[in-house]
């Protein structure tokens, strides 16, 4: 009889503490921040796991909102990005970097004191609140494929000294 592979294992083990502490679903969770990437080492502490993936979406973002809000040391990338920014726009990236900051440091504090319980009352904090942040990532996105185009036309008409 063939062995079962360790994302069945995982799923199995995350199917106990769904029920356990009322989490979504592991499609659901995987769909969203990659938690199967947990399968490719063993752990006991399959909720710290989990925490930590759905941690390294939000990081990303909030070193990418970080990066636009404070462009000094930025690739020329974002430079274009960040010129045309209205303060409607900046407002939007402040709502943003603080609610991920936020989980940044509530993640800290759970990496300094594990509690499984803990551990999943955050995941389930984020899981709800992801849906809105995705939204205004959506909206961000927006603004800034609109500042791309605008400095694309600028670049196509040319200096005319």
Known sequence: MAKESSLEDMKKDYEKLKSKYS???????????????AAEH?????MRE???????????YLR????????????????ALVKGLTASDKKLLEKLYDKLGSFEIESIELDC????????EFIKIIF??????KDEMLKLTEIL??????????????YLG
Request: charged share 35%.
């Open 42 to 46: 063993e752990t006991e502490c399959l």
């Open 113 to 120: 004191n594990y509690n499984e319980k803990n551990e999943a």
């Open 145 to 158: 494929k609109r500042n791309w185009n605008q400095k694309s036309e600028k670049d196509e008409k040319g």
């Open 128 to 133: 709800v609140e992801w849906k809105d942040i």
């Open 23 to 37: 989490l979504p679903s592991f499609k659901e969770l995987n769909e969203e921040f990659d938690i199967e990437k």
């Open 64 to 79: 990418f909102i970080e990066t636009l809000l404070n462009p000094s040391n930025a690739p020329m990338f974002f430079f």
């Open 50 to 60: 989990a925490r930590k993936l759905v941690m390294e979406k939000v990081v990303v």
